[in-house]
């Protein structure tokens, strides 16, 4: 009966400890969201004032959210007094800066050469291109990949190595 005493103590103790927390959590979440949304909303229509390519914009927004939602995750972690796991989280940022710079991955050099081709002025969304063999218009850049639609209407998606 002690041992059944004890896993129930166990188990229940965390919750108890959470549970004074959840409102903070609730607000932080909620709160860190809207910010999120103010941020990204301003960040698209700067980057869409300046010269900067369409498809530059939307790498640069890609990576700016990826961004704001891993340091969001990162404050819930340390308000729920995991600091290591607040501070795993944020060093997780310096790691992906650090595969980028030294673009040793494919998925680097993709991500490399995605910012590379939506800086040319000669490769824009709405171009007409031939790659391959196939010939198209360019539908979307992202930071892997180009999509483009064929005259039969089919996508064909390219790395952007």
Known sequence: METITNVLNSFWLPVYNFLPKLPTLILIVLLGYLIIQIIYWILNRALKLSKIPRALIGVIASLSLIIMWVILF??????LGMG?????ISGSLAVLALALASGASGLAGDIIAGVFLARDSD????FRIRIGGIEGIIQKIDIRKIRVVDDKGDIHIFPNT
């Open 74 to 79: 990162a404050e819930i972690a340390r308000q």
């Open 84 to 88: 290591s796991l607040a501070v795993t």
């Open 123 to 126: 490769f824009e969304i709405g």
